[in-house]
């Protein structure tokens, strides 16, 4: 066409198709040729592979929509309303536990990543956590009746149960569910993504060695887990003879469970320091332990009037709780009661006692999803102010020279700089972190690489908790989760 000149600039679409109707007949293009009257009746141009390419179409569009549903309407279309930087898709989630999962994933865990909340405080939680039975963790002095009390609820022994008046088991075991009676090695279970206790690696090798599972078929097992523990030593044994750190394992396995145990005996009612720091680092789950005196059988009414009086005295040494803590009185074994020393009288009370405890036993499925919801938003608020913590420990470093300097003395005035925080985010001191322990974990680190401030994260995690959680249980009224 490039040998054809007209006179007008413009060419009308009819024009064009004869141009192209004219070069596909093998007709040289001329003004003569394009004005005669044959053009007048020329057919429209054709394009060679049009129909292949448009039937080819036709067909993988059908197929796709044979292959593709389409999506159904979520009865939950208008969850999480609420003006939050992201939103959860309300078509994807099914119940609380599953929500929580989401909310954490999209909207707490980058926080908890971005401030080292994993390394200072708790492991980053996986959707085993989230979807774990509830747990109840047994806790006292060696020969106190924890492995014949789990014994007692279950009705039947367990794999590697060993009882006995010395210190007989010497590792932590977890009792739980499953096809066929077995024991699982500690190493084996922590890298199991079903199993909720991959944060146990962070112990190490020497405590995975002194951990182990123990698997049954069991209708009480399908709903709860139990945990026994070794017995608490007295003195420096304690400290010699453990190879891992026997107090913050408690910690941990503390965070994750429903029901704390403390069982004591009559004949060893004396709490030892390393007992003490055990109870210490309970704190901030005071709402979760219960006291149960065992073995109240050996011993007669009056003995069990000074008992009871003097493990109290005991306790508020060592809870610091003007609350007093419930106390289960009873003989949790499957021996019968000796009539002899406790008379009709201490029967009556050690069946009541006991029909007590089991019941608050049965309450903890019914529970759990309030639990995990309760500790989704305790450890929401806890990642805030670790973030608050970091941030404002990075503000104070120089900007060139002094910084090994500035970091000693931050970490020296830990405590100083934590009532700064209070004071500046109005924060409560009830909700900050054991300094000694901070100040510990902090050493390792190098301040003046930590995050400054991100207000839209903190944001974002405010929203969470003012608006995506009460939406979540406002549209999932069921208690089970």
């Given at each position: 066409m490039g040998h054809c000149r007209f006179k007008t600039r413009r060419i009308s679409w009819f024009q064009r198709i004869c141009h192209c109707y004219a070069g596909q007949c093998g007709y040289s293009i001329t003004h003569d040729l394009l004005t005669s009257d044959a053009m007048r009746h020329a057919k429209p141009p054709t394009m060679d592979g049009l129909d292949v390419l448009l039937t080819k179409k036709k067909r993988k569009q059908k197929d796709k929509e044979l292959s593709v549903s389409p999506p159904h309407p979520s009865?939950?279309?208008?969850?999480?309303?609420?003006?939050?930087?992201?939103?959860?898709?309300?078509?994807?989630?099914?119940?609380?536990?599953?929500?929580?999962?989401?909310?954490?994933?999209?909207k707490l865990k980058p926080l908890e990543v971005t401030y080292h909340y994993n390394d200072f405080v708790s492991p980053l939680l996986t959707n085993s956590d989230f979807d774990a039975k509830p747990m109840v963790l047994l806790l006292g002095q060696y020969s106190t009746g924890k492995t014949t009390f789990i014994k007692h609820m279950l009705k039947s022994s367990y794999p590697g149960a060993h009882i006995g008046p010395e210190p007989t088991t010497d590792r932590f075991v977890v009792v739980m569910s499953g096809p066929d009676e077995r024991s699982i090695p500690g190493n084996t279970i922590a890298v199991q993504a079903d199993m909720p206790f991959s944060g146990l690696t962070t112990f190490g090798t020497s405590?995975?060695?002194?951990?182990?599972?123990?698997?049954?078929?069991?209708?009480?097992?399908?709903?709860?887990?139990?945990?026994?523990?070794?017995?608490?030593?007295?003195?420096?044994?304690?400290?010699?003879?453990?190879?891992?750190?026997?107090?913050?394992?408690?910690?941990?396995?503390?965070?994750?469970?429903?029901?704390?145990?403390?069982?004591?005996?009559p004949h060893k009612l004396d709490v030892s320091d390393e007992f003490k720091r055990v109870i210490s680092s309970l704190r901030g789950h005071d709402d979760k332990i219960r006291v149960v005196l065992n073995k109240a059988d050996q011993v007669d009414t009056q003995q069990l009037m000074r008992i009871y009086g003097a493990l109290m005295w005991s306790l508020g040494k060592v809870l610091n709780v003007p609350e007093v803590m419930r106390v289960y009185i009873g003989s949790f074994n499957d021996k019968t009661i000796n009539d002899s020393l406790s008379g009709p009288l201490g029967n009556e009370l050690f069946q009541k006692e006991q029909d007590d405890l089991l019941s608050d036993l049965k309450d903890i499925p019914k529970k759990a999803c309030d639990r995990k919801i309760n500790e989704f938003v305790k450890r929401a608020r806890a990642a805030k102010i670790h973030a608050y913590i970091i941030s404002h420990l990075k503000k104070q470093m120089p900007a060139m020279i002094g910084k090994a300097k500035a970091q000693q003395k931050l970490i020296d005035n830990l405590d100083t700089e934590f009532v700064k925080i209070q004071k500046e985010f109005h924060l409560p001191p009830g909700d900050f972190p054991n300094v000694e322990h901070?100040?510990?974990?902090?050493?390792?680190?190098?301040?003046?690489?930590?995050?400054?401030?991100?207000?839209?994260?903190?944001?974002?995690?405010?929203?969470?908790?003012?608006y995506d959680v009460p939406n979540l249980l406002k549209t999932f009224r069921n208690p089970y989760g």
């Open positions: 009865p939950t279309s208008k969850w999480f309303t609420a003006k939050s930087a992201k939103k959860v898709p309300a078509s994807s989630v099914t119940s609380i536990v599953d929500g929580l999962k989401r909310l954490y994933l999209q405590f995975l060695s002194k951990f182990e599972c123990s698997q049954m078929p069991h209708p009480l097992l399908e709903h709860i887990t139990f945990v026994d523990s070794p017995g608490v030593l007295s003195g420096e044994k304690q400290r010699t003879h453990r190879q891992y750190d026997f107090t913050g394992v408690t910690s941990w396995f503390a965070a994750k469970c429903d029901l704390i145990l403390l069982l004591f005996d901070f100040k510990e974990t902090l050493s390792g680190y190098n301040i003046d690489k930590f995050e400054k401030l991100n207000k839209k994260m903190i944001q974002t995690v405010d929203d969470m908790l003012a």
